[in-house]
C-alpha cells in the first residue's frame, strides 16, 4: 500500500511538473507575440526615445517643463519617420527611385527642422537663453532630425530582409517535408511488394521456411509502420532491419546467390534517417542479380565510428547484361531521388560514389550523421 501511494504521489509530481512546462511555454508563446506587435515595439521605441532624451537634455525648467520639450520633439520625429516609412519608402525606395528619395527625405527635414524650432521658440518665451540656444544649434537639429528619418529606413530595411528570409526559410522547410514525404511514400510500399512476393513463393512450395518469412516480414511492417515515421531512428534498429532484409532474400535466393553483411565499428545510440541503405541494397537484388547468372554475390560492409559512417556495397552481374537503366530502380525511385534525399537531410555531409564495372556494380556512401 505504501508502495502504492508513492508511485501515485510520483506520477501526480510528473504530471504537474508537464503542466508546469506547458503553461510556462504558452505563457512565453503569449509575451512574444504581444511584443512583437507592431504597436506594441513601435510604442516602446518611441517611449524608450523620450526617457533617452530627456536624461540627455536636461534644460534646468524642472521634471515637467523637460518632459513637455521631448514630448513636442519625439512627436515631430514621428512625423517625418511615418512619412518616411508610410510615403516616401512605399513610393520612392522599393522602386529604386534613389536619387528622388534621398532628395525628398532632405526636403522633408529641411521643412520639419524650423516647424520645430518656431514651436520650441514661441514654447520658451520666457527662456531668451533656450531661444538663442535654438538660433544658433539650428544645424544640430537639422542633422538630428535627418539621422532619426535615417535610422528608420535602415530599420526598415533590416525588417524587411528579416522577414523575407524568414518566409524563404519557410517555403524551404516545407518544401523539403513535401518531398521527403513524397520519398518514403514511394519507396515504404515496394519493400511490402518484395517481401510478400518471397513470401508468395515460399507458400506455393510449402516450405517450412513460411513461418520465418512471416515473422520477419511482420518485424519489418512494424518497423516500417511505426519507427519509420519518425525523422530520425536508432542506428541500430536500421541494421536489425538491413539482417531481416538478407534473410528474407536469402530464403527467397537459396545457396544461388552468396550474401554477406560485416558491421563493424561501435553502434550505440546513433540516430539516421530512416531506410537511408535499403534503396542501394534491394538496387542489388533487383537489378544486379538475373537469372543469367548461375552464381551471384552481394556484399555489404558497415563501418560506424563515432558520428561517421561508410557504407559499402557490391554485386556481380552477367558478362552480357540486357539494356537496362542502373541508376533507375523498380517503382520509379532512382539515385537521383536517392541523392536529392541525402541532399536535403545531410547537405554536404555526405558523398555518394557509384563504381560500375564490366562485372560488378558498387555503391560507397560515406556520411556524418548530423543530430
Given at each position: 500500500?505504501?508502495h502504492?501511494f508513492?508511485?501515485?504521489?510520483?506520477?501526480?509530481e510528473r504530471?504537474q511538473?508537464?503542466m508546469?512546462?506547458?503553461a510556462?511555454?504558452d505563457w512565453?508563446?503569449?509575451?512574444i507575440?504581444f511584443?512583437?506587435?507592431?504597436?506594441?515595439?513601435?510604442?516602446l521605441f518611441?517611449?524608450l526615445?523620450?526617457?533617452s532624451?530627456m536624461l540627455?537634455?536636461?534644460t534646468?525648467?524642472?521634471?515637467?517643463?523637460?518632459?513637455?520639450?521631448?514630448?513636442?520633439n519625439?512627436?515631430?520625429?514621428?512625423?517625418?519617420?511615418?512619412f518616411?516609412?508610410?510615403?516616401?519608402i512605399?513610393?520612392?525606395l522599393?522602386r529604386?527611385?534613389?536619387?528622388?528619395y534621398?532628395?525628398?527625405?532632405?526636403l522633408a527635414?529641411?521643412?520639419?527642422?524650423?516647424?520645430?524650432?518656431?514651436?520650441?521658440?514661441?514654447?520658451f518665451?520666457?527662456?531668451?537663453?533656450?531661444?538663442?540656444q535654438l538660433?544658433?544649434?539650428?544645424t544640430?537639429?537639422?542633422?538630428?532630425?535627418?539621422?532619426?528619418a535615417?535610422?528608420s529606413?535602415i530599420?526598415r530595411i533590416i525588417t524587411d530582409?528579416?522577414?523575407?528570409?524568414q518566409?524563404?526559410?519557410?517555403?524551404e522547410t516545407r518544401?523539403m517535408?513535401t518531398?521527403l514525404?513524397?520519398l518514403?511514400?514511394?519507396i515504404n510500399?515496394?519493400?511490402?511488394f518484395?517481401t510478400?512476393?518471397s513470401?508468395y513463393?515460399?507458400?506455393?512450395?510449402?516450405?517450412?521456411k513460411?513461418?520465418e518469412?512471416?515473422?520477419k516480414?511482420?518485424?519489418?511492417?512494424r518497423?516500417?509502420?511505426?519507427e519509420?515515421?519518425?525523422k530520425?531512428?536508432?542506428?541500430?534498429?536500421?541494421?536489425h532491419?538491413?539482417q531481416n532484409?538478407l534473410?528474407?532474400?536469402?530464403?527467397?535466393?537459396g545457396?544461388?546467390v552468396?550474401?554477406?553483411?560485416e558491421?563493424t565499428?561501435?553502434?550505440?545510440?546513433?540516430?539516421?534517417?530512416p531506410?537511408?541503405?535499403?534503396?542501394?541494397?534491394?538496387n542489388?537484388?533487383?537489378?544486379?542479380?538475373?537469372?543469367?547468372?548461375?552464381?551471384g554475390f552481394?556484399n555489404i560492409r558497415?563501418?560506424v565510428?563515432?558520428?561517421d559512417?561508410?557504407?559499402f556495397?557490391?554485386?556481380?552481374?552477367?558478362?552480357a547484361l540486357?539494356?537496362q537503366?542502373?541508376?533507375?530502380?523498380s517503382?520509379?525511385?532512382?539515385?537521383v531521388n536517392?541523392?536529392?534525399?541525402?541532399?536535403?537531410?545531410?547537405?554536404?555531409?555526405?558523398s555518394?560514389e557509384i563504381?560500375d564495372?564490366p562485372k560488378t556494380?558498387?555503391v560507397?556512401?560515406?556520411?556524418?550523421?548530423?543530430?
Amino acid at each position: 500500500m505504501t508502495h502504492f501511494f508513492k508511485q501515485t504521489f510520483r506520477l501526480i509530481e510528473r504530471v504537474q511538473y508537464n503542466m508546469d512546462a506547458v503553461a510556462n511555454k504558452d505563457w512565453l508563446s503569449k509575451l512574444i507575440r504581444f511584443f512583437t506587435k507592431r504597436a506594441v515595439y513601435h510604442s516602446l521605441f518611441w517611449l524608450l526615445l523620450l526617457v533617452s532624451l530627456m536624461l540627455i537634455e536636461d534644460t534646468g525648467g524642472g521634471f515637467l517643463f523637460t518632459l513637455s520639450n521631448e514630448i513636442v520633439n519625439v512627436c515631430f520625429y514621428a512625423t517625418i519617420v511615418y512619412f518616411n516609412l508610410l510615403y516616401l519608402i512605399p513610393n520612392y525606395l522599393t522602386r529604386n527611385r534613389l536619387l528622388t528619395y534621398a532628395g525628398l527625405l532632405i526636403l522633408a527635414t529641411i521643412i520639419i527642422t524650423p516647424l520645430k524650432i518656431i514651436v520650441f521658440y514661441f514654447k520658451f518665451s520666457g527662456y531668451p537663453e533656450l531661444q538663442a540656444q535654438l538660433v544658433r544649434n539650428q544645424t544640430i537639429y537639422f542633422v538630428a532630425t535627418f539621422v532619426i528619418a535615417s535610422a528608420s529606413t535602415i530599420g526598415r530595411i533590416i525588417t524587411d530582409w528579416v522577414r523575407t528570409t524568414q518566409e524563404k526559410q519557410e517555403l524551404e522547410t516545407r518544401t523539403m517535408q513535401t518531398e521527403l514525404r513524397f520519398l518514403k511514400s514511394q519507396i515504404n510500399p515496394h519493400f511490402l511488394f518484395n517481401t510478400l512476393n518471397s513470401l508468395y513463393a515460399l507458400t506455393l512450395k510449402k516450405s517450412d521456411k513460411a513461418p520465418e518469412i512471416v515473422i520477419k516480414l511482420s518485424e519489418m511492417m512494424r518497423y516500417m509502420l511505426y519507427e519509420c515515421n519518425e525523422k530520425r531512428v536508432l542506428l541500430s534498429n536500421e541494421v536489425h532491419y538491413i539482417q531481416n532484409y538478407l534473410d528474407l532474400e536469402r530464403l527467397r535466393h537459396g545457396s544461388k546467390v552468396d550474401i554477406s553483411f560485416e558491421a563493424t565499428g561501435h553502434i550505440s545510440d546513433q540516430q539516421i534517417a530512416p531506410l537511408m541503405f535499403i534503396p542501394f541494397i534491394e538496387n542489388s537484388f533487383k537489378h544486379g542479380l538475373t537469372n543469367q547468372l548461375e552464381r551471384g554475390f552481394v556484399n555489404i560492409r558497415l563501418h560506424v565510428e563515432k558520428q561517421d559512417i561508410d557504407f559499402f556495397i557490391e554485386n556481380n552481374k552477367p558478362n552480357a547484361l540486357p539494356h537496362q537503366d542502373h541508376h533507375r530502380r523498380s517503382g520509379g525511385i532512382g539515385l537521383v531521388n536517392v541523392r536529392r534525399r541525402l541532399d536535403i537531410l545531410y547537405p554536404r555531409q555526405y558523398s555518394l560514389e557509384i563504381y560500375d564495372n564490366p562485372k560488378t556494380y558498387a555503391v560507397q556512401l560515406k556520411m556524418h550523421l548530423n543530430d
